[in-house]
């Protein structure tokens, strides 16, 4: 087991919601200690370079919208194994078939306003801690 970082959001079906201490209490909880933190309202430019990979998918522009239509929590997350762990915790993309007790099971609305984003590998975790993030930010 090493300890990893991982990049998460607290989406903004969530935010909107009142749940973002839910949230990361799940997070916390696990073992998972947040190491920095920001709410911010993403910009459509922003979203769409952090979702770039996603950009040919039939739901690109329609996951933009979403994540620009409120405040995010965006975050670092540290522990062991973070980047599975986190994955884990969050649960399957699509709420109804993620596992009981994730965080998806219990408050995603759907498939795409699904609560919480999670980095899905450490490498990529690495680069999405630094779009949103600058060194001096990452506090522990
Ligand atoms: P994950 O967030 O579990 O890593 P993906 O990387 O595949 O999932 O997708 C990124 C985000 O795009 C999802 O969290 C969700 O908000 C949205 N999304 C994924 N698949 C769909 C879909 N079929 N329809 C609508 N939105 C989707
Ligand atoms: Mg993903």
Do not use: C
């Amino acid at each position: 087991m090493s300890t990893e970082r991982t990049f998460s959001i607290v989406k903004p079906d969530a935010t909107r919601r009142n749940l973002t201490g839910k949230v990361i209490d799940r997070l916390e909880s696990a073992g998972l200690r947040v190491i920095a933190q920001k709410r911010i309202w993403m910009s459509t430019k922003q979203a769409e370079a952090f979702y770039a990979v996603h950009k040919a998918r039939p739901f690109f522009h329609d996951l933009v919208k979403f994540m620009t239509s409120g405040p995010v929590v965006v975050q670092v997350l540290e522990g062991a194994n973070a980047v599975a762990k986190n994955r884990e915790i969050m649960g399957a993309t699509d709420p109804a078939k993620a596992a009981p007790g994730t965080i998806r099971k219990d408050f995603a609305e759907s498939i795409e306003a699904n609560s919480v984003h999670g980095s899905d590998s450490a490498e990529n975790a690495a680069a999405e801690i630094k779009f949103f993030f600058a060194d001096t930010e990452i506090v522990g």
